[in-house]
């Protein structure tokens, strides 16, 4: 007898079954299902199904996200389209433009719990695990099946361990480590497999900074990402009123397809060159390189520390060239307005948008022009991401994202911080 | 039916060419580079009714739906190999291709071989293999050529009773 990963146990639970192993398909339960301006699109696929409605309109949610407020006349309507399916179908859970990006927003307002199972069409669902729940991104049609019918069907994944150990020198985050990963396991590293993370660096991560790695197993292609939930997650979701749920952990002795370990404590700031997020160099390599945009935003890295850590950065001193920065949630904007930290941003000449996602996808607030280098504290750096295709795009840390900032080109913050 | 024999680890850059991904829209366009930088005998011979036999891992790699459709669009209906790329299975089932989880197969076949399936039987010569059951849930798919169209069904046939 062996024991079981944390996939192999939550989708048992969630199928109904006593036990699931590795290639089992299953009917898997969802008890959140999630979607965001990509919604009125989902309705009309989910409207050549001829199904009644939406089967359990409790269990989802919409949020508003990707391009608020409405940057044209077509965003106007696909948000009015969303805002008709919502009364029609009674969604309560619905976000509306502003409240920030559907992670952050489903985080903090306790809608998924650990050992739940949550399904988005977003690949970065994924993101979830951060909460020890199974998150897992769905194409538009499957997301129409589960409005329809409430399950999804899954084939249990194969696992990796990643054991991530010792503490992080200061100035370097949990993107760097996300960085030295995919640096190391490329991109096509996962292979569809769930992820699930051990080791003594995730208790020594905030809150903020722990949703980084599970959100950026998008990026290494993973099907969800796990990290064992302790009393940090706990006292989270207790603030937010969540309190009945039961965690799931894996086995110590579930079997792994493969496991690696990674030793953090020397770990320096990382750089993803264009044009993907695995192509990844020290610091120190990419200093100098110049830019014209800087951007610290997005479901990755658009969190309070983020903001924080930005701010300690540029506090005292000018921006040279544009500094667009949004924060990823109403509540993190809040946050950082009632600690000053918003004070030191706007004093040093950054630019403050809406809650939402912004430039990640090109959408609108923060388009280059062609040519034109943005470093980001996001997620994706493909040809074109932005909005422009020959328009570069480096992955950094927040303090770095700062750093370039004040310098016009990627630069190492340590020049201005005391 | 005739088996076209692939090895281990063909991954879906292998089957259908990222270069394609957004410059060929129709069926016959993207169906005719399938498989096109590992076997570049296969879009031109390949005939409706044609089975894929292949090793493990098969269809590893990025989630393009073209891996499976680029070989649908050939007249593929079936799949058969040690094992799938976790996405790709789920690619096969969405769009009504048949995948089988079966060992054994790419030592006795070389392309251009016969095989026959009947129901869950396989047989190679006079050799049986017996593909492993799909959950119900998952044949209706199957069966019904696809997600979508066997939510369809579905509720068609749940508004008419
Ligand atoms: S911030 Fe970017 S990566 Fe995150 S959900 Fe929005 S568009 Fe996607």
Redesign the interface.
Known sequence: MTGFTFAEKVLAQHAGVSEAHVGDVLDVEADVMFSHDNTAAIRKIFQQLGAPGILHPERVVFTLDHAVPAPSTEHAKNHAEIREWVKQQHVEHFFEVGRGICHQVISEEALVLPGQTIFGSDSHTTHFGWLGAFGMGVGRTEMAALWATGQLWIRVPEAMQITLNGKLQPGVTAKDIMLEILGKLTVNGSDYRSIEFTGDTLASLSIDERPVIPNMMAEFGAMNAYFPPDQVVFDYLAERGAKDYTPIYPDADAVYQERHAFDVSQLEPKVALPNQPDNVVALGEAVGQPIQQAFIGTCTGGRYSDLAAAAAVLKGHKVKIRCVIIPASQQVLLQAMKSGVLTDLIEAGATITTPGCGPCMGNHMGVPAPNEATISSGSRNFKGRMGTADAPIYLSNPYVVAASALAGAIANPQEFMS | MKVWVYGDNVNTDLIFPGKYTYTLKTEADIAAHALEDLDPTFAKAVHPGDVIVAGR?WG????REQGVTSLKWSGVGVIIAE?F???Y??NC??QGVRPI?LSGLTELLKTGDQIEIDGDTVLVGDQRFIAPK??P??QA?LSAGG??PM??RR??AS?TI
């Open positions: 891992n590893c790699g990025s989630s094992s790329g976790g996405l299975f789920r089932i969405n989880v799909l959950p849930s998952v798919i997600l979508e939510l369809q509720f068609q508004t």
